[in-house]
Structures are given as structure tokens and as C-alpha cells.
């Protein structure tokens, strides 16, 4: 099977956000497990920066289009940040071939173990007391962790000061220490975090309770339509050929399917998404078509 490869003998998967993020910890469970189906050395770069516009018009602009280069990336770097950046240098649907889901990856609002409040409607009650004296991190302008926020202020007349940050890493850092008091994380970038006792988790921003965090209770029954899910995906930059797409894509099908990648999806609190190029274009021009108005709504705008 090695000897038919298509692909380069060494392949790099380009993150567009910080090490340590959901997106670079997903990347990497992939890059771990795809030398043993492709025959092929696999590693993870990461170009962090302007909400992952930067990673990403690295390689819709400059990388290579011999398969060496691929993008994993998430949703809202994808399909909200167009809307919200003026420009982000890069076009997702004309300078990008969707390959492959990876995962779908549930949310959590998180406060310093130090914040007196124990759930989301303590938290709002308390930003309503304290009035533009909480501030909130996120993982970048236009990521989830920002605009599901934004949902929040919006939809409860709060203030709460953005302090946008180059990823999520750094954000749960300044959370532990509580120099921001306020934090909506993937769950695998933080779980370790809540197990430790350093953070609390309030509430998850799905229809469905996280199979890591079972007994918190969802955003949604406090404030209803507050639901917003991350996925990871790859990329390939336009003109990569289609006999590779279609190899790397079914190489990532059998990376999901193997039993301890099943396992890791599950302890992180994530699940596989099965997608390949059609399901994936259809994915990104529905998140495009949900976010747009919501940032128009808000007002949000990056130069």
C-alpha cells in the first residue's frame, strides 16, 4: 500500500492557532497515527495569528500544491472570520479543496475557581451587579469562545470586556491566574484544567450534554439558542491534485475508525466527523450562511 502512495514522503499539517488549542490538539492525534496508513512522515506546523487568518493564507497563498501541505483547521476560522475581518487574505471556498472532518468538539464556560458564582445564571447576574468590570478571554477575534459571548451580552444586556488572545492556551492561563474572569473553551483544551479544580465549568453551548462533563448542565436551558459547536477539518490548497485529496481523505476515515482514536475522541469529548468533500463544502457554506448575520447584528468588524 505504501509503494502506490500518491502523497510525499513528508507531509506537514499546518495549524493556523496556538499549540495546545483543540484544532493543534486534534492535528496532532491525526499526524501520530497517519505515518502507520500512509507510509509517510507527518508533522504539525503552527502559523497562530489574527484569528488563524494567518496559518491560513500561509498555505492558501504559498504552500506548495504537490500534497506536501495540508491545512487543519476549524469552523469559524473558515466561515466566520470572512464576515468578520476586512480582509483575511484568503478566500475558503475559491483558495481551499475541503478534504476531510476530523472531529466535532463541544464548548464550555469556564470562571476562576476564586469567582463566586456556580452556574451560567449566577454569572450573568453577577456581570449585571459588576457592569463592565468582568472581562472575558478568548481564543482570537471571531473564534467561538468571542462571538458566543458576544451571543451572551447581546441576548442578556450584560457588559463584559473582550480581551482577545493567540489561542486558547494562553487564554486558560490568564484564567487560572484570574486576570480575566470569564473563558468559553473547547473542552479538550481545558479538561484537564476542570479535573484539577483550577477552573469551573458552568454550562456547555450544545443541544446535548458533554460526555466528558455529564453533570453540567447546558447554556441553552438558560439562555435558549445559546448553542454553537467547533469543528476541525482539512484543507487542501486549490490545485492539489484530486487522486491525492481523495487518498488523504480516505487515510483520515481510517485513522478515525481506529479503536484508540475512537477512544481519544471519547475522553476528550469530542466525536469523529465523518465528512468528505462534498459533506465538508456543504458544512462550510451552511456555517457561512448561520454567522454572517450574527456578526453583522453585533456590529463586530477587524481591520
Not at 497563498?61 to 469552523?75: H, M, Q, Y
Not at 471556498?93 to 475557581?113: R, S, T, Y
Not at 482570537?140 to 458566543?148: E, Q, R, W
Not at 476542570?194 to 458552568?202: C, D, E, H, M, W
Request: charged share 15%; aromatic share 6%; net charge positive.
Amino acid at each position: 500500500a505504501y509503494a502506490q502512495s500518491l502523497l510525499p514522503k513528508a507531509i506537514s499539517l499546518v495549524v493556523p492557532n496556538a499549540a495546545g488549542g483543540s484544532n493543534d490538539v486534534m492535528a496532532r492525534a491525526v499526524a501520530m497515527r497517519l505515518p502507520s496508513v500512509l507510509g509517510t512522515s507527518v508533522v504539525v506546523e503552527n502559523r497562530a495569528g489574527a484569528g488563524g487568518n494567518v496559518g491560513s493564507a500561509f498555505v492558501a497563498k504559498s504552500a506548495p500544491r504537490d500534497g506536501s501541505t495540508w491545512l487543519v483547521t476549524i469552523n469559524s476560522t473558515q466561515t466566520i472570520n470572512p464576515s468578520l475581518y476586512k480582509s483575511t487574505g484568503f478566500d475558503p471556498l475559491a483558495d481551499f479543496e475541503p478534504v476531510a472532518g476530523i472531529a466535532v468538539v463541544q464548548h464550555v464556560f469556564l470562571v476562576p475557581k476564586t469567582l463566586p458564582v456556580n452556574n451560567l445564571a449566577e454569572l450573568i447576574e453577577l456581570a449585571r451587579r459588576e457592569s463592565g468590570k468582568l472581562s472575558y478571554g478568548s481564543a482570537g477575534n471571531g473564534t467561538f469562545s468571542h462571538l458566543l459571548m458576544e451571543m451572551l451580552k447581546m441576548s442578556q444586556g450584560v457588559q463584559i470586556t473582550h480581551v482577545p488572545y493567540k489561542g486558547v492556551a494562553p487564554a486558560l492561563t490568564d484564567l487560572v491566574a484570574g486576570n480575566v474572569q470569564v473563558l468559553i473553551s473547547t473542552i479538550p483544551a481545558c479538561l484537564q484544567f476542570i479535573k484539577s479544580g483550577q477552573v469551573k465549568a458552568l454550562a456547555v453551548p450544545s443541544l446535548q450534554r458533554a460526555p466528558a462533563l455529564p453533570q453540567t448542565p447546558l447554556a441553552n436551558e438558560v439562555v435558549p439558542g445559546l448553542v454553537g459547536e467547533l469543528w476541525v477539518a482539512m484543507y487542501a490548497p486549490k490545485g492539489v491534485p484530486r487522486d491525492m485529496i481523495e487518498q488523504m481523505r480516505q487515510a483520515v476515515a481510517k485513522v478515525q475508525a481506529l479503536p484508540d482514536m475512537e477512544a481519544f475522541f471519547q475522553a476528550q469529548g469530542a466525536s469523529a466527523m465523518k465528512a468528505g468533500p462534498a459533506e465538508l463544502l456543504a458544512a462550510t457554506k451552511e456555517e457561512f450562511a448561520r454567522w454572517a448575520p450574527i456578526i453583522k447584528a453585533s456590529g463586530r468588524r477587524v481591520d
